[in-house]
C-alpha cells in the first residue's frame, strides 16, 4: 500500500526544538521529492519545505528559513523536519506529501502530526 | 510570492446540485493549477491537476477550467461526501502557494 506516516510532533516550549519524521512505503522513496505542508489550527494550508529525492536541491518558506531542516534516507525511506527556535506561530499539523508526478504538486499526503508551541 | 484568492469563502448548495468554485491568482500561473479537497480531521487529497486534469480515482462529477489568473472548479451534481473545504495550489513558481480555501456547506 502506498503510503505516508508522520511522527514526532508534540507539545514543545518557545525557543524548543522537535525533530518529525515521515515514513514512506509503497513507491520507490529515493525517486521523488518531498515536501511538508503545514496547517494551523483553524487555517488553510502552508508549504513549509521540499527536497529533491537525491537531496540536491533544497527549498524552504521564509517563515521557518535559518530554523528548519529538511533532511532524508533513503535506505531507510524517511523524511524529516528538524525543526529548532520554535515560535508559538509554528504551532499546527506538519503533512509529509510526495511529489511524485509533476514537480510542485502534492500528490500523496500522510495523515499528518500535531506541533503545539506554548508555555 | 504569488497570491491565490478564493471566492466565495463558504458556498452552500443542495444534494444534487451545482458547485462553482473560484480560485484568482495574482499573476499568471499558466496552467500550473491544483485543486485539493479535505474532510474534517483527514489530510487535504489532490483532484485536480493541471488545472483541468483529474487526478487518479477521482470521479468525474469533478471538473477544472481556466488558465493564466483564473480557475474554476465545478462539481456537477454534488453528493454528501463532496461537502469539504477545496484549496487551490499554484506551482508554477516557488514558494508554492494555497488559496485560504472555500468550505461547501450542505444548504
Keep these: ?4 506516516v508522520e511522527s514526532g510532533g508534540g507539545l514543545v ?5 522537535l525533530r518529525l519524521s515521515c515514513a514512506a512505503s509503497g513507491f520507490t522513496f529515493s525517486s521523488y521529492s518531498m515536501n511538508w505542508v503545514r496547517q494551523a489550527p483553524g487555517k488553510g494550508l502552508e508549504w513549509v519545505s521540499s527536497i529533491s529525492g537525491s537531496s540536491t536541491y533544497i527549498y524552504y518558506a ?4 535559518g530554523r528548519f531542516t529538511i533532511s532524508r534516507d533513503n535506505a531507510k525511506n524517511s523524511l524529516y523536519l528538524q525543526m529548532n527556535s ?14 511524485r508526478a509533476i514537480g510542485g504538486l ?14 | 510570492e ?33 485543486w485539493y479537497q479535505q474532510k474534517p480531521g483527514q489530510a487535504p487529497r ?26 474554476t472548479l465545478t462539481i456537477s451534481s ?19 502557494t494555497f488559496g485560504q480555501g472555500t468550505r461547501l456547506e450542505i444548504k
Design chain 1, 13 to 17: 516550549k518557545p525557543g524548543g526544538s
Design chain 1, 86 to 99: 520554535l515560535r508559538a506561530a509554528d504551532t499546527a499539523v506538519y503533512y509529509c506529501a510526495s511529489t
Design chain 2, 2 to 34: 504569488i497570491v491565490m484568492t478564493q471566492s466565495p469563502a463558504t458556498l452552500s448548495v443542495s444534494p444534487g446540485e451545482r458547485a462553482t468554485l473560484s480560485c484568482r491568482a495574482s499573476q499568471s500561473v499558466s496552467s500550473n493549477l491544483a
Design chain 1, 106 to 119: 502534492f500528490d500523496l499526503w500522510g495523515q499528518g502530526t500535531l506541533v503545539t508551541v506554548s508555555s
Design chain 2, 46 to 71: 489532490l483532484l485536480i491537476y493541471g488545472a483541468s486534469t483529474r487526478a487518479t480515482g477521482i470521479p468525474a462529477r469533478f471538473s477544472g477550467s481556466g488558465s493564466g489568473t483564473e480557475f
Design chain 2, 78 to 96: 454534488l453528493q454528501s461526501e463532496d461537502f469539504a473545504v477545496y484549496y487551490c495550489q499554484q506551482y508554477d513558481n516557488w514558494p508554492f
Design chain 1, 1 to 4: 500500500e502506498v503510503q505516508l
Design chain 1, 62 to 65: 521564509d517563515s521557518v528559513k
